[in-house]
């Protein structure tokens, strides 16, 4: 089976929005869908494929901006991890009151824990619970060498510990022990900035060092 992967810059913070999605049975998620629905829904239209998940790695609002227009229009279940789920319903804690939009949003259809397995067609996606950026934040692993790391690991950087819920000291702990161990040749596929890789990261990232 192959995995299909778009990833693009959406919305004024240029958040990395996915599309991924399974070439057997045209299923597919979304994940982080940040503030332009415009242009993932017409990212989605373009990939040919129906979204039955929206996968949140965590719940600030550059990554969840347009998570109700594009629920809408795809009928797709929203997943978080129950430690994030929260967020979805205060503007506060998802930070989008401080933005001036005040964002609420329905509660979650499934809760993640780390550990689960989410289903998108043929493709299986293993989520990793790498909190510090927010205590709920997640990773997905796919493919042999896909790692979505959401607002933990980024391209030579990691991701903020000064908002409510995080811990540099967590954030750390939960790249070295959860993230590094994979595969040099393991694609890094960050919330924000380029991809990189494993052993690129383990090499460079200073804040790693």
């Given at each position: 089976m192959s995995m299909i992967l778009n990833g693009f810059s959406v919305g004024a913070f240029d958040t990395n929005c996915y599309i991924i999605g399974c070439e057997e049975t045209k299923e597919g998620a979304v994940v982080d869908p940040g503030m332009d629905s415009k242009k993932i829904l017409k990212r989605i239209e373009e990939s040919g494929l129906i979204i039955r998940k929206i996968i949140l790695t965590?719940?600030?609002?550059?990554?969840?901006g347009a998570l109700s227009e594009v629920q809408q229009a795809t009928g797709a279940e929203v997943l978080i991890h129950a430690e994030d789920a929260g967020m979805l319903t205060d503007s506060r804690k998802n930070?989008?009151?401080?933005?001036?939009?005040?964002?609420d949003f329905k509660e979650a259809d499934r809760l993640l824990q780390?550990?689960?397995?989410i289903q998108v067609g043929n493709i299986v996606l293993d989520v990793i619970h790498t909190p510090g950026h927010t205590k709920g934040?997640?990773?997905?692993?796919?493919?042999?060498?896909?790692?979505i790391t959401g607002d933990a690991l980024f391209?030579?950087?990691?991701?903020?510990?000064?908002?409510?819920?995080?811990?540099?000291?967590?954030?750390?702990?939960?790249?070295?022990?959860?993230?590094?161990d994979f595969p040099p040749e393991t694609k890094v596929y960050p919330g924000h900035g380029p991809a990189s890789t494993i052993g690129r990261e383990k090499r460079y990232n200073p804040f790693l060092r």
């Open positions: 965590h719940g600030h609002v550059d990554h969840i930070l989008s009151t401080y933005t001036g939009q005040g964002l780390d550990g689960d397995k934040g997640i990773s997905l692993k796919g493919d042999p060498d896909v790692l391209a030579g950087s990691i991701g903020r510990s000064d908002f409510p819920g995080g811990s540099h000291t967590q954030l750390i702990a939960s790249i070295k022990n959860r993230l590094l």
